[in-house]
């Protein structure tokens, strides 16, 4: 079973910029994603990247804004975030081995810890 460990959240006005990151404790030759939960809300769907780093997906609330990589040679996943919002405000999860489609929280076996990112206005 891999273990994923998020880093890089944190406390940012509006507009600016975080990059997460999340390193696994083994090899994932599978694709993995980045989910999101604020308080009182459900864990939903951000990016997902597949196994090659080239195929990446991103949610609407995304598009533009957050680039997702991932760099096999060091077992990490990113996340770059810009021009950040207060409703990005959250905590964000990666995910790895997905045995359904990658867009859904449910098909994921193995989840990080999470990290807090707060966005202020």
């Known amino acids: 079973q891999v273990q994923l460990v998020e880093s890089g959240g944190g406390l940012v006005q509006a507009g600016g910029s975080l990059r997460l990151s999340c390193a696994a404790s083994?090899?994932?030759?599978?694709?993995m994603a980045w989910f999101r939960q604020a308080p009182g809300q459900e864990r939903e769907f951000v990016a997902a990247?597949?196994?090659?780093?080239?195929?990446?997906l991103y949610a609407d609330v995304a598009k533009g804004r957050f680039t997702i990589s991932r760099d096999n040679a060091k077992n990490t996943m990113y996340l770059q975030m810009n021009n950040l919002k207060p409703e990005d405000t959250a905590v964000y999860y990666c995910?790895?081995?997905?045995?359904?489609?990658?867009?859904?929280?449910?098909?994921?076996?193995?989840w990080g810890q999470g990290t807090q990112v707060t966005v202020s206005s």
């Open positions: 083994g090899r994932t030759s599978s694709p």
């Open positions: 990247v597949g196994r090659t780093g080239v195929n990446t």
């Open positions: 995910a790895a081995l997905p045995q359904g489609p990658i867009e859904k929280v449910t098909s994921y076996s193995a």
